[in-house]
């Protein structure tokens, strides 16, 4: 089990920033790769951006430029900083880690955190 504790959402203005936080503890292991997704009312969940152990990174198409992922192996965080925030970017924001043992896969994720871009 890897359990995940996101920080950092709010209420912020167009244009401003924030930075999310994500802690994993637990069987951090087998963790292959860690990120944000994002689901906004009415809409599927999506992937914001994800960071494997090895160091690549992958954004959304919506998101490049603005957001920067990044990692921290040793302390098991990874941190999501978002610039130029628009009114689209609201959305609850979830930690998300990919476990892998073997051939066997399974994805974890956080409660979920508020980010509100206000116009």
């Known amino acids: 089990q890897v359990q995940l504790v996101e920080s950092g959402g709010g209420l912020v203005q167009a244009g401003g920033s924030l930075r999310l936080s994500c802690a994993a503890s637990g069987n951090i292991f087998h963790v292959v790769a860690m990120g944000w997704y994002r689901q906004a009312p009415g809409k599927e969940r999506e992937l914001v951006a994800l960071a494997t152990s090895g160091g690549s990174t992958n954004y959304a198409d919506s998101v490049k430029g603005r957001f920067t992922i990044s990692r921290d192996n040793a302390k098991n965080t990874v941190h999501l900083q978002m610039k130029s925030l628009k009114p689209e970017d609201t959305a609850v924001y979830y930690c998300?880690?990919?476990?892998?043992?073997?051939?066997?896969?399974?994805?974890?994720w956080g409660q979920g955190t508020q980010v509100t871009v206000s116009s």
């Open positions: 998300a880690a990919k476990s892998r043992q073997g051939l066997s896969e399974h994805d974890y």
